[in-house]
């Protein structure tokens, strides 16, 4: 049975460089999704939302597999920061609003999604019951890839929100978007390697 990565077939939206912005239009994706606000380092419901999404990512898998004979590899953590930017550049967590999502293929079927998310609910019932479906298409983007501690993306964002946008007449249309290719478990800060992406239209 096949394993499909989607990392590995959309390298332009999940391998972006370093060194500068790019450009990149984003699809209509489906996610499963929970929603908070707080410290991410501190706040238990955040803890709490994140178990919760991979067990129900994992549950989903595990149900694709054994129902409809398709595997694949279980996207990486996401994150939608709705507070204002400055929040984040002054590093604020306090007040950050966050909507904690992972992709999930677009072939699962509403019978799958539901057994998945009772799984969850055995697993983690402190979140479970906060667990949405969504769709999200977000277009146009400018996205760069950040290595580093996740406190030291603040200049980046400074940059990408006082410069970048303004010399390239773009503003932003939608929440600042983070999407985490490491695991903070196992890979020390300096090495963390986390996709800053900012929806965007012309000014």
């Known amino acids: 049975m096949e394993k499909v990565d989607f990392r590995a077939q959309q390298k332009d939206l999940y391998a972006p460089g370093s060194a500068t912005f790019s450009v990149v239009d984003v699809p209509g994706f489906e996610f499963f999704a929970v929603e908070g606000r707080g410290d991410p380092n501190s706040s238990a ?3 709490d939302a994140v178990a919760a999404l991979y067990a129900v990512s994992y ?3 595990f149900a694709s597999k054994r129902v409809l004979e398709r595997d694949y590899v279980v996207p990486p953590l996401e994150g939608l920061w709705t507070s204002p ?3 984040f550049v002054d590093r604020r967590k306090s007040d950050w609003s966050w909507t904690m999502l ?3 293929p677009g072939w699962l079927t509403e019978e799958v999604r539901a057994q998945a998310v009772e799984v969850a609910r055995s697993k983690q019932p402190a979140a479970a019951g906060a667990l949405r479906f969504v769709e999200l298409t977000e277009g ?3 996205q ?3 290595v580093g501690s996740y406190d030291d993306e603040a200049p980046t964002i400074a940059r990408l929100h006082d410069e970048f946008l303004p ?3 773009l503003v932003e249309n939608g929440p600042h978007h983070e999407i985490y290719l490491s695991d903070p478990r196992k890979v020390e800060p300096r090495k963390l390697k986390t996709i800053l992406r900012q929806p965007v239209r012309a000014a």
């Open 45 to 47: 419901d955040y803890a």
């Open 59 to 61: 549950a989903a898998k």
């Open 85 to 87: 930017p400055a929040s």
């Open 102 to 104: 992972i992709r999930q």
């Open 140 to 142: 146009t983007c400018v």
């Open 144 to 146: 760069i890839l950040h």
């Open 167 to 169: 010399e390239n007449g």
